[in-house]
């Protein structure tokens, strides 16, 4: 006889052909993270600067007024323009070496000599298989993404700018050339220094096998996937960023390792502001990803991570997006899978309100390219439970620790089971290899920081599934958890055992999945689109 479980898999299975996309990206492998580090901010080094012809007057715009610390920055700015030999970032990197750092004055950065290369450059064709490699996953373009070498010999044909750290003539996969490099605006806010997407190239930014990059200090926008895109690399910063108006993602990490965002800022992104996917395989034993200090908001989503493993984020802000924190073992393709073990603590999650999924923007956006948008139109690139604080679905051995989650609609928390057959794996063996582990704890949910009632939906909303899940030390209003179910284990009775999904549960959820913004998006059934209505406040009878 079967057992329940796998029946509903396959059904699921069934149901469920293909999820929409995630991150398009070529087969790619984690770093040795024993052979790398966080870099520093190096002291030494060639200094490459870049300027527009308008960097004097903005220099002089920004630090006007006679105060010392003004006058003197404001002359060390003007001093560095007198240096300057590059009108475009990606001269600059073209001239780097290794250990060099790039500093951008303030200017306004469309790239015209790469948005002169044609997107999809057609001598790198797509039928050789030294530039386009199969993809089975839902990732592809036409079943094809773009291999290394793709990006190496029709250089800036995906990407405004790239940073390309390996050799292709070896195969190590490891950072050889323009490697510790720092790239820094100097403005006195990252706005200051606006590098502008054209809408069709991939990413703004893209830092490849560049072990030990900085990016520091700029804003990136209009990119039709990535605003910041680093990808296998072994040792980064990402620092004082935004990433906003981007299609897809504000700033995404993709299989790297030993890196930290810090006061990063996403918004307006049609996935989520920050995206650490594909993350460092610690195995609960390290974090080899940090995020502090930074803020996500007015997103589809505030931050997303398939196979986010490996990630402690903390001292941060998730608010007004439709969704403020998922991980998941969801989409296909990404190393990595099923993600396991990253911590949440001391967050702010509130206000995951917002809908992008209402009839009439799906319907443009399912009429209108990206290109012909206006320039802060968000169109929703991946689907979301509109309403949701921390959305977990196939996660493992995650802590949620001494957050404070509130105004969340539909619900604070949210965990549920994803079998492996919608990540297209169909081995009867892993079919429960989620979600188990998750430890809930020391968390506020309902309170503002004021400690006044600001309600979810639900605090938790749990479909039951996994072994080991637990919950203690949490806080609501009244001192009690708005719950489903409302005895949810505890951590010193060793958290759930041998609990399956309920299908009244998940049912519903199953339609959701196969949204897809062109061919199905608004699925019948599916109510996670419907902005659920905002919860009674009890403080307010």
């Not at 893209?206 to 680093?230: M, P, Y």
């Not at 284990?489 to 519903?508: L, M, N, Q």
Request: glycine letters at 10%; hydrophobic letters at 25%.
């Amino acid at each position: 006889m079967r057992k329940p479980h796998l029946v509903f898999a396959l059904l699921v299975a069934v149901l469920i052909p293909a999820t929409a996309a995630a991150h398009p990206e070529r087969t790619t492998f984690f770093p040795d993270h024993t052979k790398g580090e966080r870099p520093t901010y190096p002291k030494t080094g060639e200094i490459l600067t870049v300027c527009k012809s308008d960097s004097r007057a903005r220099v002089n715009s920004l630090w006007k007024g006679k105060g010392k610390q003004t006058s003197r920055t404001r002359r060390l700015r003007l001093k560095q323009l007198k240096r300057c030999k590059f009108r475009h970032i990606q001269a600059a990197v073209d001239a780097a070496t290794t250990g060099d750092r790039i500093r951008i004055l303030p200017g306004v950065y469309k790239e015209e000599p790469s948005r002169a290369v044609p997107f999809n450059d057609p001598k790198c064709n797509r039928e050789d298989p030294k530039y386009w490699e199969e993809t089975g996953d839902s990732h592809g373009e036409d079943g094809k993404v773009p291999t290394y070498l793709f990006h190496w010999e029709c250089k800036n044909s995906r990407n405004l700018i790239q940073v390309m750290g390996d050799s292709p003539e070896d195969e190590d996969r490891v950072c050889d050339q323009k490697c510790d490099l720092l790239i820094e605006g100097i403005g006195r806010k990252p706005e200051d220094v606006l590098i502008v997407g054209d809408r069709l190239k991939r990413d703004v930014l893209r830092a490849d096998r560049a072990d030990g990059i900085i990016i520091k200090g700029l804003t990136t926008e209009q990119a039709s996937f990535n605003g910041v895109d680093v990808v296998e690399t072994n040792g980064f910063i990402v620092e004082d960023i935004v990433g906003r108006y981007n299609q897809n993602y504000g700033v995404l990490t993709f299989t790297s390792d030993n890196g930290l965002y810090n006061r990063v800022e996403g918004y307006g992104n049609g996935d989520s502001g920050i995206y650490p996917g594909s993350g460092p395989e610690g195995h609960c034993q390290r974090y080899g990803i940090e995020i502090k200090n930074s803020s996500s908001h007015d997103n589809v989503l505030g931050q997303s991570g398939t196979a986010g493993n490996g990630t402690y984020v903390h001292d941060s802000k998730w608010f007004n997006n439709g969704v403020g924190i998922v991980n998941d073992s969801f989409a296909s393709g990404h190393p990595g899978m099923p993600q396991d073990c990253s911590k949440w603590e001391d967050n702010e999650v509130y206000s995951n309100n917002q809908n992008f999924f209402d009839e009439g923007n799906q319907e443009f956006c399912k009429d209108t390219p990206f290109k012909d948008r206006k320039r802060d139109h968000v169109c929703p690139q991946f689907q979301s439970p509109v309403g949701t604080g921390f959305a977990f679905y196939g996660a493992n051995a995650n802590v949620i620790r001494n957050n404070k989650i509130w105004d969340n609609w539909r619900s604070g928390y949210t965990l549920f089971w994803v079998p492996a057959a919608v990540r297209g794996d169909q081995d009867p063996g892993k079919q429960r290899d989620t979600s188990h582990r998750n430890k809930i704890t020391g968390n506020v949910f309902g309170l503002d920081l004021a400690g006044k009632p600001s309600p979810n939906g639900k605090d938790v909303f749990w479909d039951e599934q996994g072994d080991g899940n637990c919950w203690e030390g949490n806080k609501g209003i009244g001192g009690k958890l708005k719950a489903d179910p409302p005895n949810l284990p505890t951590c010193d009775s060793g958290g759930s055992a041998g609990a399956v999904s309920k299908p009244e549960k998940i049912g519903p959820e199953i339609p959701c999945a196969t949204w897809d913004p062109q061919e199905n998006p608004n699925p019948p059934g599916c109510t996670w689109f419907t902005t659920p209505p905002k919860p009674e406040n009890p403080g307010r009878r």
